[in-house]
């Protein structure tokens, strides 16, 4: 399969995730927005360094796996963010009892 | 190498010392020691001491720049701990906690300054923001703590996608993360290339709060703890900026011609905001919050002129901007009342903090015999080197001329105006560590080869 | 990404694709078809009664919105995040005789870190059930 359709596909989900994040008020909803967008990169990653490992295969054996471990750089990172990001998304809950980002207006003067 | 394991091991001591020592003196000590250690071990390595060697395939190298601004980092930091330390204690109850995410948080400033990868660039900047949302949201019960946590959490979160679909987009194109391979870029980049230097930039815009990007930083700024609000105005905001002048000069230093326009034009936005609303803002928090959007502005110059006055500028302003912001900063936590009138007659109760907080004030305005001066200097210096944009360059010092306003305003509610301002407990430590900051602000401000001969010798 | 877009595209390419479309239409097809056909032909009955959720003919009592012990969330959001870091041990294992000692201490680092942080939650009573 050529590498466009990887591209449209990776970049179809990565707006998605964009418009979700600027359109969508419950933080949780927001939330596994951005997830979409990094795994939309997770899916670009791996697709390229497959790309890059049949272009190069012949002159370096290696090539192109430093994009798949990237991906599982990020899938760390993206796990740290989830525990850290409910985290706060349920102290936010325990104190105003709701996930809604409109109510994110008390610092607005 | 050597800082940034350390940084790695204490901060888990940290975690640990919350557990076994019951008194917060003696945790607090730790924490000073620590960062005491940090700083000495981070000297050594300038000196050629070092105590590690890892073999990264070149994807961390410490050079001078990036050792030079670990130790200013650092010496910033052993300040604040000295100056704000007991303050941290009222913020909740997970006194070493903080301690330990100030020292993961070194342990991504380490990276950030010296990386030579994307990845490690990616991993520098989420070691920096993941702590530092934990900070942001530390008071639980208070609702404008947890809002700006939360806040800060998804647009940090939805700009660090924005980051890593750019670095995707150039591996795409060059088949390798190396920041070297990606800046052999012949005359004319192509799409990818193009479009993922524009989303990198974005991000790193985002991420030093510069105009477009801004409007999370007054929120975040004003809503998170005020001791931890000094840490991330200050060291954090300029490790990001070393970051960013590191990504774009080794990077896409071929493509200055191509970016330069658009960078220009992000300054003279951010200085445009940051100044201009600094001035209408009541709380001294809050208007120091729109301050360091503006001091970006300045720092923002260094990036667009990338020359090597601009190197040495940002090296001296992140220098002076951190030692005057965490000396106000320090002095407003202190305070009852945030706002103007609540500085209102403190030269009478507390002469020698309102001098020094006065140094400070005028390092930030840049006025001569300050460190803030010189470094506003260089920077002017640097964009003019550029020989472009002579308009940039002039619009940057009228901006200058507008802060002095906003500054100036806390200097007459201090010594002009009667009013009686709540008692505060100052100990002898911390007017010690004030005088301290004062003093290197001026001398900075006389002899910035102090600071400067570190980076060629 | 023009160039890229006029690269690859060739009829077999894009014929392949022939029968996953054909698939998604038909199942989006019929999705739509059901939910029009049900709210066309079944019988509409507004009573309280039928407007109450179905839990099997038990009396609901009680809003299902009860606080949830945070425990619960502590123990879910520390698994989220023990669970992924075993994926660094995926490249180790394939790559295990290759590195050698060197990659052997360079893991044995990171268990060790990561045992830290075990035995932080463990110390601060993370995992506690019963108080």
């Known amino acids: 399969m050529p590498i466009n359709y990887y591209i449209f596909l990776s970049l179809a989900l990565f707006c998605i995730g964009i418009v979700g994040v600027l359109t969508r008020r419950n933080a949780i909803i927001i939330f596994m927005c951005i997830e979409i967008m990094l795994n939309a990169v997770n899916l670009l990653l791996v697709a390229f360094s497959k790309m890059h490992h049949l272009k190069n295969a012949a002159i370096n054996a290696t090539a192109g796996t430093d994009g798949q471990i990237f991906v599982f750089f990020i899938m760390v990172v993206a796990a740290a963010e989830v525990s850290v990001g409910l985290a706060i998304i349920v102290m936010m809950y325990r104190n105003i009892h709701s996930v809604d980002v409109n109510f994110l207006n008390r610092l607005k003067h | ?457 | 990404m023009i160039h890229l877009l006029q690269t690859g595209l060739n009829s077999a390419d894009s014929g392949s694709f022939l029968p996953v479309a054909v698939q998604f239409i038909i199942a989006t097809g019929l999705v739509a078809f059901l939910m029009f056909v049900t709210h066309m032909l079944g019988p509409k009955r507004k009573t309280t009664d039928k407007l109450q959720n179905f839990s099997s003919g038990i009396e609901t009592h009680g809003d299902a919105r009860q606080p949830m012990a945070i425990k619960y969330f502590l123990t879910a959001i520390l698994f989220v995040l023990f669970d992924v870091e075993v994926i660094f041990f995926y490249p180790y294992a394939v790559n295990f005789k290759v590195l050698g000692w060197n990659g052997f201490w360079a893991v044995m680092l990171f268990v060790g870190f990561f045992l830290c942080g075990f035995i932080y939650i463990l110390k601060k009573g993370a995992l506690k059930w019963e108080e």
Request: with cysteine; glycine share 6%.
């Open chain 2, 1 to 457: 190498m050597n800082a940034l394991l350390l940084s790695a091991v204490l901060g888990v001591v940290m975690m640990f010392s919350g557990i076994w020592l019951k008194s917060k003196s003696a945790i607090r000590n730790v924490a000073i020691v620590g960062m005491a250690l940090l700083l000495v071990v981070n000297i050594l390595e300038m000196s050629g001491m070092i105590f590690f060697r890892i073999d990264t395939k070149g994807m961390i190298v410490f050079d001078r720049f990036a050792l030079l601004f670990d130790s200013i980092a650092f010496l910033s930091t052993l300040l604040y701990l000295f100056l704000s330390a007991q303050d941290i204690e009222k913020v909740g109850i997970n006194y070493a906690d903080y301690f330990a995410l100030i020292f993961f948080i070194l342990c991504g400033i380490t990276l950030t300054s010296s990386f030579k990868s994307l990845l490690i660039l990616f991993l520098g900047v989420e070691i920096i923001s993941i702590p530092l949302y934990i900070l942001t949201g530390s008071d639980k019960r208070n609702l404008k703590s947890n809002e700006a946590s939360l806040k800060y959490f998804l647009l940090g979160s939805f700009s660090t996608g924005l980051m890593l679909m750019g670095i995707a987009l150039i591996y795409g194109d060059k088949g390798s993360f190396d920041t070297n391979s990606i800046n052999l870029i012949t005359e004319t980049p192509s799409a990818l290339i193009v479009a993922g230097m524009l989303l990198l930039l974005f991000s790193m815009a985002f991420k030093v709060s510069a105009a477009p990007f801004h409007f999370w930083a007054p929120d975040v700024y004003d809503g998170a703890p005020t001791v931890f609000t000094s840490f991330m105005a200050t060291i954090v905001k300029a490790a990001v900026f070393i970051a960013f002048i590191r990504l774009f000069e080794e990077a896409f230093g071929n493509l200055q011609n191509k970016w330069q326009l658009l960078m220009a034009i992000i300054t003279v936005a951010t200085l445009f905001i940051g100044n201009i609303t600094a001035v209408f803002q009541q709380s001294v928090k809050r208007m120091l919050a729109y301050s360091s959007i503006a001091q970006a502005g300045f720092m923002m110059l260094s990036v667009y002129a990338m020359n090597a006055e601009a190197k040495e500028g940002l090296l001296l302003y992140s220098a002076a901007y951190s030692f005057a912001t965490i000396g106000i900063f320090a002095v407003l936590i202190k305070m009852k009342d945030y706002t103007f009138d609540g500085f209102n007659g403190f030269a009478k109760h507390q002469p020698l903090l309102a001098a020094t907080t006065t140094i400070f004030l005028l390092s930030l305005a840049g006025i001569p015999l300050t460190a803030g001066f010189l470094a506003k200097f260089y920077m002017l210096k640097a964009a003019l080197g550029t020989g472009k944009y002579l308009w940039l360059v002039i619009f940057a010092v009228i901006m200058a001329a507008v802060s002095v306003y906003y500054y100036f305003r806390v200097i007459q509610a201090m010594y002009f105006k009667e009013g009686d301002p709540p008692v505060l407990q100052i100990t002898p430590v911390f007017k010690w560590t004030l005088v301290i900051l004062a003093a290197l602000v001026i001398l900075l401000g006389i002899f910035p080869n102090l600071l400067l001969t570190w980076y060629y010798f």
